[in-house]
């Protein structure tokens, strides 16, 4: 295999690779953004109610904890499309290959090697409905 095709495949999955790292930082950022307004709100109701500060203090803790589980579930979801669909890719790659050299010497194949192709794409549905099940829930 020449030098240019492995640098094309690996430049593209590490463009696919960067892509899917950016949008869980995005996601981890927005979501600890989102908590922090939250817990300005709080403290200000909490200042207005002259709360202990024990309290306070407690409230902030779970804030804290609920902000890093939920960048974690963009982290985990990221992971979860990123390794299927990069799985995904080489499997129809392979398959694909060993199909289509199949059909070359015999075309009555093509409707028994072409759904073999079809599976292989179904991993990539499958670690997106897997990170659509991490957000979700």
Do not use: R
């Not at 207005?48 to 203090?57: H, L, R, W």
């Not at 010497?105 to 192709?117: D, I, R, W, Y």
């Amino acid at each position: 295999m020449p030098v240019k095709e492995v640098f094309m495949k690996t430049s593209k999955i590490m463009m696919i690779g960067a892509l899917l790292a950016g949008f869980s930082i995005f996601g981890a950022v927005a979501q600890t953004a989102a908590v922090s307004d939250e817990q300005a709100v709080e403290a200000q109701s909490q200042n207005e109610q002259n709360v202990v500060v024990a309290d306070n203090a407690s409230a902030q803790e779970v804030s804290k904890a609920e902000s890093a589980d939920g960048a974690l579930k963009y982290v985990a979801a990221a992971i979860a499309v990123g390794v299927a669909c990069i799985a995904g890719g080489i499997a129809v790659g392979k398959i694909g290959a060993a199909a289509m050299g199949a059909m070359s010497e015999n075309a009555e194949l093509s409707g028994k090697a072409l759904p073999f192709v079809g599976l292989a794409e179904g991993i990539c549905l499958w670690g997106f409905l897997v990170a659509l099940l991490i957000i979700i829930l």
